[in-house]
């Protein structure tokens, strides 16, 4: 069987993300880009790349944008639910101060306060499919007792909309309400991939300038490819965190 001599066999790269390798592409350009006068063969090379990294960077900033279908970040949505919850909260306790002899209204927002949140708002601090759970228990507390039109009664009827907002956009970052997407689309799993291969020729193109008898085609081999030798030696996430557990020992 012949061998294969294709840039995937012979250039290895390290395991990267759609993020990660729009980074890595970027510094391999700027670090291009300040040299005055490339080949034209890498030049050439350089200015695919340079394409391809632009879109790659346009997809991913579909998925940021949530254009089409990408999910809200469960993390940012846990946040603006668990704000919605804890203003509603205030606000019903805020009620309870008030004197019921000459504030009636203080106490149906008591009755409101101590059915939705008797046992404190510690369920916001459950893990997220938990905590959705416990407040979808309360959604429908408030419509099944009608503890919604009460909230309205007193005027309270942002604290409503924001709380559907929050739970809604939960649910569905959760993928529980509404299926999640794949987190990369067919589009950006694309634009990667033709990316990567892009940066495979790169490096064949800049490793087949050097000569021997010349030290400067190696020297600037060096520089032109200094951002994925760099890569490959920084430690992953779980690295860095052993290590730096280890130094706290």
């Not at 081999?221 to 280890?246: F, H, I, V, Y």
């Amino acid at each position: 069987m012949p061998r294969s001599f294709s840039p995937i066999q012979l250039v290895s790269l390290p395991r990267m993300t759609a993020v990660s390798t729009a980074r890595l592409l970027a510094e391999l350009l700027e670090t291009a880009f300040r040299e005055p006068m490339l080949p034209a063969p890498i030049a050439d090379d350089r200015t695919t790349l340079s394409a391809l990294h632009e879109t790659l960077q346009v997809e991913l900033g579909k998925r940021v944008v949530a254009e089409g279908e990408a999910p809200p970040v469960v993390s940012v949505v846990d946040r603006i639910e668990d704000n919605a919850f804890g203003a509603l909260s205030d606000w019903l306790l805020s009620f309870k101060r008030l004197p019921t002899e000459r504030h009636p209204v203080a106490a149906d927002a008591a009755m409101v306060h101590d059915t939705l949140f008797g046992q404190g708002l510690g369920f916001l601090r459950l893990r997220a499919a938990d905590e959705w759970q416990e407040a979808e228990t309360r959604m429908r507390i408030l419509k099944e007792k009608g503890l919604d039109l009460v909230i309205e009664k007193l005027g309270g009827k942002p604290f409503l909309d924001e709380l559907t907002f929050a739970h809604t956009a939960y649910g569905e970052a959760l993928g529980i309400t509404k299926p999640r997407p794949a987190s990369d689309p067919p589009s950006l799993g694309k634009a990667q991939s033709e990316a990567i291969d892009a940066l495979r020729s790169y490096v064949l193109r800049v490793a087949a300038h050097v000569r021997e008898n010349e030290p400067a085609t190696a020297e600037l081999a060096e520089r032109l490819l200094a951002p994925l030798a760099q890569w490959r030696d920084r430690p992953s996430k779980k690295r860095r965190s052993a290590k730096a557990d280890d130094s706290t020992r």
